[in-house]
């Protein structure tokens, strides 16, 4: 259902692309948007156990967007280094695409929070929970299971790694 990737000598392994999605701070969710036009969006995000999470509002072109086509991609850049003498951009990135769904079930959108929580502000719980609380009811938590995973770095990197 999924192409192969036509660079595969610069295809990462499973355990690197996972890698580059732990580490991210953001990313590029990639969704069926209104009249056939593709909307993407730079969103925060936390990876956990094959499956992205992410918050939103409860309405706008983003929610409309998931309620209509449950088809998503995302893209996080794990590394960007611009080689202006060499006319290129070392690179690394992964891409997920999968099912996104809202998250109805309070517990399940809850525990979803709180691994955003934990992400990004490490060791507050407390904290966390707290903010959750006050935001809970005007807060959708988005759920991408992800069923295909690919990662790729520049030529050059792969270059690198092969003469090491």
């Known amino acids: 259902m999924f192409r192969p990737m036509r660079r595969a000598r610069q295809q990462l392994s499973r355990e690197e692309t996972e890698a ?43 929610m409309d967007a998931v309620r209509r086509c449950g088809k998503a991609s995302f893209c996080v850049i794990g590394q960007d280094q611009v080689a202006p003498e060499r006319y290129t951009t070392l690179y690394q990135s992964a891409i997920a695409f999968g ?31 707290a903010e959750i609380g006050k935001l809970f009811d005007s807060m959708a938590v988005l759920e ?12 050059e990197l792969t270059r690198q790694r092969e003469n090491q």
């Open 144 to 155: 991408l299971t992800v069923e295909h995973l690919t990662g790729k770095e520049g030529i």
């Open 20 to 62: 580059i999605l732990r580490k991210g701070s953001s990313g590029v969710l990639a969704l069926a948007g209104d009249e056939g036009y593709p909307y993407a969006l730079p969103i925060s995000y936390v990876y956990a156990g094959e499956k992205l999470y992410f918050h939103s509002a409860l309405t706008g072109h983003k």
């Open 99 to 129: 099912r996104i769904r809202v998250l109805e079930d309070a517990a399940e959108r809850r525990a979803a929070a709180l691994l955003l929580g934990e992400k990004y502000n490490p060791g507050h719980r407390a904290e966390a929970e």
